[in-house]
C-alpha cells in the first residue's frame, strides 16, 4: 500500500509541475505559449485545466487563441472523461461566440 501511495504522490507531483510551467508560461509569454506548453506536458488533464480557465476568462479568447487550440480539442472530445468532453464543448461555444462578435 505504501508504494502505491508512493506512485500517487509521484505523478501528483509531476502534474502539480506541469500545471506550475503552464501557468508560469501564460504569465510570462501569453497565453498561445501556454498552451504549447500545456501540449508538451503529455497530460491531457493539464490542457483541460487550461481550456477551462481560458473558458472562465472571456477577455482571453482571441482568433490566435483559438487557432492555437484547436488541433488539440478533438483528443479531448473523443475522451473517456465526462470533464474534458464538457471543457471541449465549452471552447466550442467560446470561440462561436468569439466569432459572432
Known sequence: M????STLEVF????????DNVLHCWRTRGAEA???????????AVLVELVDAFNHAPSVWNLTLCTVILPHIEPLLGANNE????????????????GKE
Open 12 to 19: 501528483l507531483n509531476q502534474r502539480r509541475n506541469a500545471l
Open 83 to 98: 470533464d474534458y468532453v464538457e471543457v471541449s464543448y465549452g471552447y466550442i461555444l467560446h470561440s462561436y461566440l468569439f
Open 34 to 44: 501556454a498552451v504549447g506548453e500545456a501540449a508538451r506536458s503529455g497530460d491531457l
Open 2 to 5: 505504501l508504494k502505491d501511495l
